[in-house]
């Protein structure tokens, strides 16, 4: 992750799903602000105690609180699999990045470890693993230039830019 986004002291990182901000504040050190989107109420205070230098928000991929074209760089780890409607949170990722922006996406692969053993609607929560190929489909019909995925342990990299 660190490698893919190209941290920049003037710029604005947005993690989706940053949970508690641990994974966020080692691969975004660099960045101007670091910003959380973050749905679970405790996470985000555990977080915000634990990281006071990042920025909490209690949002949802489908409907990011940020301005068109204000964000340099989104992230999502092992997140996109919980949202909900994919097609918004593309959209949604598109609007609030700059032009030249990028969008990294880190997921597990469904047929691979966690992905295989925590397969759609096994448990709790809405969970839907996709394949490479299923996630740069959505990513480009919201318009992103996407190159295709990078395998990476159990999982893949995904990068679209604005
Ligand atoms: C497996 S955790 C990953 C947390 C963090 N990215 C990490 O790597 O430690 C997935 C996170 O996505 C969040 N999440 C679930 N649905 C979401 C949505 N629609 N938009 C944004 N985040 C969501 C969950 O609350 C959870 O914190």
Same mark, same amino acid.
């Given at each position: 992750m660190a490698k893919a986004v190209f941290p920049n002291p003037d710029g604005t990182l947005v993690d989706i799903g940053g949970g508690t901000g641990v994974i966020t504040a080692q691969f975004a050190k660099g960045f101007g602000e670091?910003?959380?989107?973050e749905p679970s109420r405790r996470k985000r205070k555990h977080g915000q105690k634990q990281r006071p230098a990042l920025r909490f928000h209690d949002a949802r991929?489908?409907?990011l609180p940020f301005k068109a074209d204000a964000v340099d760089c989104l992230t999502a780890v092992v997140s996109f699999h919980h949202m909900t409607d994919h097609a918004a949170?593309? +959209?949604e990722a598109y609007r609030v990045l700059r032009p030249g922006g990028r969008f990294?996406?880190?997921?597990?692969? !469904? +047929?691979q470890g966690y992905g295989r053993w925590r397969s759609p609607d096994m448990v709790a929560g809405h969970m839907h693993f996709m394949? !490479?190929?299923?996630?740069v489909a959505i990513? +480009?019909?919201a318009n992103f230039r996407c190159d295709g995925?990078?395998?990476i342990d159990e999982g893949y990299i995904v990068t679209a830019t604005k």
């Amino acid at each position: 992750m660190a490698k893919a986004v190209f941290p920049n002291p003037d710029g604005t990182l947005v993690d989706i799903g940053g949970g508690t901000g641990v994974i966020t504040a080692q691969f975004a050190k660099g960045f101007g602000e670091i910003h959380i989107v973050e749905p679970s109420r405790r996470k985000r205070k555990h977080g915000q105690k634990q990281r006071p230098a990042l920025r909490f928000h209690d949002a949802r991929a489908e409907k990011l609180p940020f301005k068109a074209d204000a964000v340099d760089c989104l992230t999502a780890v092992v997140s996109f699999h919980h949202m909900t409607d994919h097609a918004a949170a593309a +959209r949604e990722a598109y609007r609030v990045l700059r032009p030249g922006g990028r969008f990294v996406v880190f997921e597990f692969h !469904p +047929r691979q470890g966690y992905g295989r053993w925590r397969s759609p609607d096994m448990v709790a929560g809405h969970m839907h693993f996709m394949e !490479p190929e299923q996630l740069v489909a959505i990513l +480009r019909d919201a318009n992103f230039r996407c190159d295709g995925a990078v395998e990476i342990d159990e999982g893949y990299i995904v990068t679209a830019t604005k």
